[in-house]
């Protein structure tokens, strides 16, 4: 398992100011190094937003003497001396921002007095993006002509003076769009929401992944990774590039795909904005699935940020080889929504923004681990929404730490690695930052390090829950974030979850945007395959389904099935002895789950149960408890517990092991396939060695 750390390392009690990153020191290293850590995510050169010559300086500054005798480095050092101790540092792309600051400058322009956080010396002005396309401030900046000696270029030919007019994301009344979850309200910086389908700024992200892999980065993070996609929460996005890409899209349309909205229009000039405003539509968030086309524009947007995203990650990868290097690629794929799927080949390690954070959310980590179909999958706390910003200041009264170990702990059982937060975002109104209590850290840190053999990226589950990408579309209200979760899926997945089931989640693509790669052997593994509300398959998938019951696997439908499908490829699956419908109420899939359990437990408790795959070396069965006492502060432990466990083959030993101390497992029953385990003194979290 990753071992990651969320190392933004901003300051307490001040502002978490995107996108720069503060100095970095080796006490810090040493912090990390004692972690166990072997990633960093949103770690370093960030500054590429601000401008090129600002990264280069995050890079390569000088650092005073004065500021050594406290260990501070330059990222470059940073970099080095982390990569020293087998800790790989992921430059962050900040790819949806660019900024612009209020600054101060010396009389001659050729020094910085404040920056951002003003102190009323010097000549007042701005410095940014804008500033540095142009030119504006020579004493202080590298030429923008010595990054791109031919100049950029747009799609029309245009030469770019004004990077910012020219790529920022615009709503439908041509407005620029901010990135407001990053802007401090008590602050005069400006953050331009920007639009990756501009082939101008992907050539401004590429030259910014250049100087951070000339700088010794071990990885590169792309954040915001669905630009701009991201703009349909602000408006959409109706630039220029937007809504020429959009009208070529229409036209490559076959007569038999087009929407009827469109029969008999002459698309050789057609401008979606436009002609939604003279039909009286803005676009505007809580209207837009009601709004024309908005499916079809959704979907062309999801072809576009998966194109432009493969572009940029293979850019990094071509590069890195060109310097003689191998550098691992991640994004932030946000909360995992189905629009992501197709990055998902693009990516070496599967890094995800946890859009509402909570204290219990097995299914949500199921599926955040079928997304990554085997890969390591990092997740990192997000504060809008959630209970980050309540736990921060528990942990400052020494509250909560059983809260704490919840949230980490929960995601390792159920196959995702939780970041531990370190000077972690806490968004852009609070003043202050995410940092745990050492003592905390180091406890949870220091045991996912002593028996990481005990972790995997595959789980023993006889049950396998499709999660259909395309489905997912076409069924949720606001079809444009597909994120609803109280679709037929995730009942099904909260249901098992709840009643201490082992299960994986498979991802279903739609094979257009996202190849359809799934092969016979992968779901061979599982005795039964539950389809919720797969209103779509491809005709792969119907092959793979019979395969699958043809082999003796079980299929279970709960709702619509394939209503792209033909008829005779719908009864080609509903007519196999194997398949089974059943009613996609709550009792219904109670009932199924509770029939088909493969693991039972004596007592009513809240807890969540997975079986990590070890190979030769056994399985480990982890567990996660949720019953937190408020008044007292902690999970209390449990004198008792019985679990019953079905198992692919017999096991005779079971170690019990925990961060908490007074923790055993023995293994009372072992016949055939069937394990009886008694735990004592049951902790929040532990694991069951069975070798």
Request: hydrophobic share 40%; proline share 5%.
């Amino acid at each position: 398992m990753e071992r990651s750390v969320y190392f933004d390392g901003w300051f307490p009690r001040q502002h978490c100011y995107h996108p720069s990153l503060p100095t970095r020191r080796l006490s810090m290293v040493d912090d990390l190094e004692a972690f166990g850590a072997t990633m960093l995510v949103w770690s370093a050169l960030g500054g590429g937003s601000l401008s090129l010559p600002y990264l280069e300086q995050e890079a390569y500054e000088a650092i005073p003497a004065r500021m050594r005798m406290y260990g501070y480095m330059n990222d470059a050092e940073f970099i080095r001396e982390c990569g020293r101790r087998g800790i790989d540092v992921f430059g962050i792309v900040f790819e949806v921002q660019g900024w612009e600051f209020p600054a101060e400058l010396s009389a001659g322009e050729d020094e910085v007095l404040a920056l951002n956080e003003l102190r009323g010396e010097g000549q007042a002005t701005t410095l940014g993006l804008r500033e540095f396309n142009a030119n504006t401030y020579p004493k202080l900046w590298k030429a923008w002509e010595e990054y791109f000696p031919d100049g950029l270029f747009n799609s029309a030919g245009e030469r770019v003076t004004n990077i910012l007019e020219e790529c920022v994301s615009r709503d439908i009344h041509g407005r620029a769009l901010h990135a407001e979850w990053v802007e401090c309200p008590d602050r005069e910086h400006f953050c331009y929401l920007m639009d990756r389908n501009n082939p101008v700024w992907r050539e401004y992200l590429k030259a910014i992944i250049r100087i951070q892999i000339d700088a010794g980065v071990q990885g590169v993070q792309l954040d915001e990774a669905e630009l701009p996609y991201t703009a349909l929460g602000y408006g959409g996005c109706f630039c220029t590039e937007c809504m020429t890409q959009f009208r070529a899209y229409l036209q490559r349309l076959d007569e038999a795909e087009l929407p009827s909205e469109l029969v008999g229009v002459d698309l050789s000039d057609f401008h979606y904005g436009r002609w939604l405003l003279d039909q009286g539509y803005d676009f505007a968030p809580e209207s837009q699935p009601r709004t024309p086309l908005f499916d079809v524009y959704t979907r062309f947007q999801r072809s576009a940020i998966a194109q432009y995203f493969a572009e940029i990650a293979q850019y990094v990868r071509t590069y890195a080889q060109s310097k003689g290097r191998e550098v691992r690629v991640t994004a932030n794929l946000f909360n995992l929504y189905p629009q992501y799927f197709p990055f998902e080949p693009y990516v070496d390690v599967v890094v995800t923004e946890v859009d509402d954070q909570t204290f219990r959310q097995p299914a949500w980590n199921r599926y955040a681990a079928g997304f990554g179909r085997g890969k390591s999958v990092v997740a990192v706390e997000n504060p809008y929404g959630g209970v980050v910003l309540d736990l921060s200041e528990r942990l400052k009264r020494g509250k909560a730490y059983d809260l704490f170990r919840i949230m980490q702990y929960e995601a390792a059982a159920l196959g995702v690695n939780m970041s531990l937060p370190y000077g972690a975002w806490m968004g852009s109104v609070v003043k202050d930052s995410f940092h745990p209590p050492h003592d905390l850290s180091m406890e949870v840190q220091s045991f996912f390090k002593q028996f990481d053999h005990l972790y995997s990226n595959q789980a023993v589950s006889e049950t396998a829950v499709v999660f259909s990408a395309e489905s997912a579309f076409r069924t949720e209200e606001g079809a444009g974030r597909a994120s609803g979760r109280n679709s037929v899926f995730w009942r099904v997945a909260e249901t098992l979850a709840s009643r201490h089931q082992p299960y994986d989640v498979v991802w279903f693509p739609d094979g257009e945007l996202r190849e359809d790669t799934l092969t016979e052997s992968e779901l061979a593994r599982y005795k039964r395959i539950v389809l919720p509300q797969c209103v779509f398959l491809t005709s792969r998938q119907v092959e793979l389904v019979l395969d699958f019951m043809n082999t003796g696997g079980e299929l279970v439908v709960l709702g619509e099935l394939g209503s792209n499908l033909s008829r005779d490829q719908v009864d080609r699956i509903e007519r196999h002895e194997r398949f089974r419908r059943i009613d996609p109420s709550d009792e219904a899939i109670a009932a199924l789950v509770e029939e088909e359990a493969q693991v039972t437990v004596d007592r009513d408790v809240d807890m969540a149960v997975n079986l990590h795959d070890l190979g030769d070396e056994g399985i480990a069965l982890h567990f996660i408890r949720y019953d937190f006492d408020e008044p007292a502060d902690e999970v209390p432990v449990l004198p008792e517990l019985r679990l019953d466990v079905r198992l692919p083959k017999t096991f005779g030993r079971a170690t019990a092991h925990s961060p908490a101390s007074g923790f055993t497992a023995e293994l009372e029953e072992a016949a055939g396939d069937r394990h009886v385990l008694r735990l004592q003194n049951v902790p929040v979290y532990g694991v069951v060695h069975l070798s």
